[in-house]
């Protein structure tokens, strides 16, 4: 892998460690893996991979509505202003927002039938999309690139460090 990934990225010296080399490769391939799809959504739909992930929790979530923090606290990849991309789906009537009837400061997110709709447009894409991109692998490779990552998340370790705070 070595090799590969430091021609790719041009880098000239060795990597630091193994674990450098391996973060590297994994965010690597994961923006070439997610890559097609953000294109595929920005330019037939104009959106992007977070309001897509937005919309897709909401229709999850259905019949209910969700505040702004709890669509942040079910993001695949974390965004620190939901309120800003809410805005935005809600200006594209994607999205429909009412206060809460308990705590007339909090907002609820509901998906709009147009949501719906354009959810139920992207749905043979998505569910073409992980076949067309890794599954060249085949059902064994797959097996152990699942169980490798739900180990590593299993395990995470934390930094900083706390021996080095």
Not at 14 to 31: C, G, K, N, R
Not at 133 to 151: F, K, M, N, Y
Request: aromatic share 4%; net charge positive.
């Amino acid at each position: 892998m070595s090799e590969n990934l430091a021609q790719t990225l041009k880098q000239s010296k060795p990597f630091a460690s193994q674990e450098e080399e391996v973060i590297l490769a994994l965010q690597h391939t994961a923006a070439r893996v997610i890559e097609p799809w953000a294109k595929l959504l920005k330019s037939r739909h104009a959106l992007t991979l977070a309001q897509y992930n937005v919309l897709r929790i909401l229709r999850g979530a259905r019949p209910g509505r969700l505040a702004c923090r709890e669509i942040s606290n079910r993001m695949v990849a974390r965004d620190p202003d939901v309120t800003r991309l809410v805005d935005r789906l809600a200006d594209r009537g994607l999205v429909e927002r009412s206060r809460d009837h308990g705590d007339r400061r909090v907002v609820e997110v509901g998906i709009s039938e147009r949501g719906l709709a354009l959810l139920a447009e992207l749905d043979p894409l998505v569910d073409d999309y992980p076949h067309a991109v890794i599954g060249h692998l085949g059902p064994r490779r797959l097996e152990q690139l699942a169980t490798l990552l739900q180990d590593m998340l299993a395990t995470l370790g934390t930094f900083p460090r706390e021996e080095t705070r």
